[in-house]
């Protein structure tokens, strides 16, 4: 887009309800040649305006190779985010973007995939699930581990689960308490899952995959596994003491850092950790470099 100050305007074709106060936003620019312009990477995020009101940075959830509508999974938290959930299907909304470095495709690429989500930080990662599962051949094993406290609050029930039926994905779903008597998955935190899949970041061999042969086949020489994370602070906390455990270098683990932000450019300043802004050097940093920055550790 040529002005990177510009809002272009959109309009708000679906809404997908996904709890109380999560809905997904399934957003076209009413400008044919902004929508074939417009190009994202799993990870990046885009500033939304709500007219009147205001912006807010919101991650982009659905695929780039899914094109044509763009996908926003948002939390009802402020200003623009309640003025977003009073309009309806139809009504225009302003979008300027796509910003942020997003997960590292190239590196990761020929390796193996592990992506662990917390609650409402499935709603990046999800771009990056569905961009690696279209892309399946540049990938060797992916792993999806996904926690919310409650089945009600797990977004994208339904695709989630019918991965479960899929060869080429491990999905591992799991909730904190199951206070529906239904729910059919794994009960316990997220990081109870890693003791189902006996993960080693090193050796590419990992235990109770359904699809590997019977002379293990599938093991890969070459592939390391790198991580990538989204969730509650106490999640991170958890899932990075397992990862450092099963032996993951700190450089192959990506994690967003959400902070508050207005230019989306670099140039404000609103969103600088240390030297590094989080708006352009990020979201997406491996935890070697937010263990490096003063402010964070
Ligand atoms: C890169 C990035 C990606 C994101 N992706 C998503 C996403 O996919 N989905 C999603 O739902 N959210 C996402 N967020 C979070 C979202 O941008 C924030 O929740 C945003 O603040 C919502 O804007 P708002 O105007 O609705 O809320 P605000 O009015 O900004 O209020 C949000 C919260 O911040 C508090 N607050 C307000 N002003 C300040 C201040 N000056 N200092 C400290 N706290 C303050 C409020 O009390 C409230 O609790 C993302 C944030 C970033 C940085």
New binding site residues.
Partial sequence: MCNPYMPYLAKIIRIIPQMDD?RLFQIRFEDEKIRDEFKHRPGQ?VM?SVLG?????????SSPTRSGIIE?????????????FRLKENDAIGLRGP??NGYFLERIKGNNLLIVAGG?GM??LRSLLWYSLDNRDDFHDIILMYGTKTPNEMLFKDELFSLLYRNDIRCLLTVDRDDTGTWKANVGVVTKLFDLVGLDANTQRHEGRETQGKNNSFVNTSATTYAAICGPPIMYQFVLQKLIECGFPKDRIMM??????QCGIGKCLH?SVGYKY??TD??IFTYWDVMNMQEVV
């Fill in positions: 999560v995020f939304v009101t205001g912006e807010a940075p919101i991650s982009i959830s926003l999974c948002i939390r009802k938290a402020g200003k623009v985010t309640d003025a977003l910003y942020g409402i709603a990046p967003s850092l959400e902070r508050r932000m969103c989080t708006c990020g979201p």
